[in-house]
């Protein structure tokens, strides 16, 4: 059998041992290490080491201490109520308008997600805070969950975000630049999201009815309230790529920042510490548990040289460049229906970032490349977090909003996933979009 024949093989056992609902880091690590076996001629010495050295080497990196240092950031801001003040701020600026409060919800979503890291934890905590306001103003149904399950994904578009980190540890890629370089394509998500609600309440009117109109003293009260979350955000990016801070000392500043910030407003109690801990090992372990399965996967996978025979035969195809682009991120989508999303970005860049990096696109240089891929996959496995069949953030408004039929917030998830397709398309026709904050900044 050929390499890529193997590598075939044990990715359908993997999909069939998910499809039996075998955690995902389990699965690898199972199927990985059974690779391993059979490609070192079904000794088990070999297969020992492997496990040995695998595990210290994973866990020994110095660079995933910003990994629980970033979650815990993000569980200070939702066990904290900083998510409250930051919808008020934009709702006081926005909420007069015609879908103005789930214009807010899109906006607070994304002011969350540059403190958060997480999609699912910024469209839980944004649901509990914004679904009552929706309610109150007499939004749809499909309009209100639609709306806070597509801004949800801003979590990890904004940075900073666990899975660009991932992707940097992965391709040894810096994690600084790939912040950077996601911010403008974060704001363009956030920006169609709302465009995407004003036309929505254009044809129907009745969907997202205006709020009244706050004067400015509550306005600036609002803005004065989140000003230090602002701060925290500017100190963490601004910080790694400026060269002030490592990511890890950064996280670890941007942490204590908003520990501090949620015990002075007063929304940080005995029980919010204790949640924001246990919250941030369980997700550390979660996360740890999927890199071990996934470089025992990888390790097995190199030894059957189904990446270099993978990306051998992608040069030697005669494809254009863009259609193996556009195939791999179709296969994101895909993929998206049967996984989360960081198990994606371990899964699949050991395979497709060799592949990419062998091909030409618009004469980028190697790093402008990396880069580009990177945040390309980002906005392709955010995707997988709304889109059906699976859809987790769908799910968790979904059971947020009981009155809400599933259906009805699949539907209203649509017209948000058309936008993310414009931001697609926009993104491999102009690739400096992502660049140009990394090369104005002497990237």
Same mark, same amino acid.
């Given at each position: 059998m050929t390499g890529i024949q193997? +590598?075939?093989?044990?990715?359908?056992?993997?999909?069939? =041992? =998910?499809?039996?609902?075998?955690?995902? +880091? #389990?699965?690898?690590?199972?199927? @990985? &290490?059974?690779?391993?076996?059979?490609? &070192? +001629? @079904?000794?088990?010495?070999?297969?020992? &080491?492997? %496990?040995?050295?695998?595990?210290?080497?994973?866990? &020994?990196?110095?660079?995933?201490?910003?990994?629980?240092?970033?979650?815990l950031m993000g569980q200070f801001a939702t066990h904290g109520g900083l998510s409250a003040a930051l919808f008020r701020f934009v709702a006081a600026f926005m909420g007069h308008l015609k879908g103005g409060v789930a214009m807010a919800s899109i906006g607070a979503c994304a002011g969350f997600g540059a403190i958060c890291g997480s999609s699912l934890a910024t469209a839980a905590t944004m649901g509990q805070v914004a679904l009552p306001e929706l309610r109150r103003f007499g939004y749809s149904g499909s309009l209100a969950t639609g709306a806070l399950a597509a801004g949800g994904t801003l979590g990890i578009m904004i940075p900073p975000s666990v899975p660009l980190v991932i992707y940097a540890i992965l391709t040894q890629e810096s994690i600084g630049k790939l912040f950077m370089a996601a911010v403008l394509p974060g704001l363009i998500a956030m920006v169609g999201y709302m465009l995407v609600v004003r036309l929505v309440v254009t044809l129907n009117p009745s969907a997202g009815p205006a709020g009244p109109r706050v004067a400015w003293p509550e306005r600036l009260r609002a803005l004065a309230q989140v000003a230090p979350v602002i701060g925290v955000f500017v100190v963490v990016i601004v910080g790694i790529y400026g060269g002030w801070a490592n990511p890890t000392e950064a996280a670890a500043i941007g942490a204590a920042a908003c520990g501090l910030l949620a015990v002075a407003g007063g929304g940080m109690r005995l029980r919010g510490l204790l949640a924001s801990t246990l919250g941030t090992a369980q997700a550390t372990a979660m996360i740890f548990l999927v890199l071990l399965g996934a470089d025992m996967l990888n390790s097995a996978l190199a030894l059957s040289q189904m990446p270099v025979e993978l990306a051998a035969w992608v040069q030697g195809s005669g494809l254009s460049p863009m259609v193996v682009m556009v195939a791999i991120l179709v296969i994101y989508i895909l993929l998206g229906c049967v996984m989360d999303? /960081?198990?994606?970005?371990?899964? *699949?860049? !050991?395979?497709?970032?060799? #592949?990419?990096?062998?091909?030409?696109?618009? @004469? /980028?240089?190697? *790093?402008?490349?990396?880069? %580009?891929?990177?945040?390309?996959?980002?906005m392709v496995v955010e995707i997988g977090l709304v889109h059906p069949p699976v859809g987790m953030n769908v799910f968790i408004i979904n059971r947020l909003a009981r009155d809400v039929p599933l259906t009805d917030t699949f539907k209203g998830v649509m017209p948000f996933l058309a936008s993310d397709l414009v931001r697609i398309v926009l993104l491999l026709a102009? !690739?400096?979009? !992502?660049? #140009? =904050? #990394?090369?104005?900044? @002497? +990237?």
């Open positions: 193997i +590598g075939l093989l044990i990715f359908a056992c993997l999909m069939g =041992l =998910l499809a039996l609902r075998v955690p995902i +880091g #389990v699965a690898m690590f199972v199927m @990985g &290490s059974a690779g391993y076996f059979a490609l &070192s +001629g @079904g000794s088990s010495a070999p297969l020992l &080491s492997a %496990w040995k050295n695998v595990a210290y080497a994973r866990l &020994s990196n110095y660079d995933l201490i910003v990994i629980p240092m970033f979650l999303s /960081l198990a994606m970005i371990l899964l *699949t860049i !050991p395979i497709f970032y060799p #592949v990419v990096m062998g091909l030409e696109f618009h @004469g /980028l240089s190697p *790093t402008d490349k990396s880069i %580009w891929f990177g945040i390309l996959a980002l102009f !690739p400096a979009i !992502p660049l #140009v =904050l #990394v090369r104005s900044f @002497g +990237g």
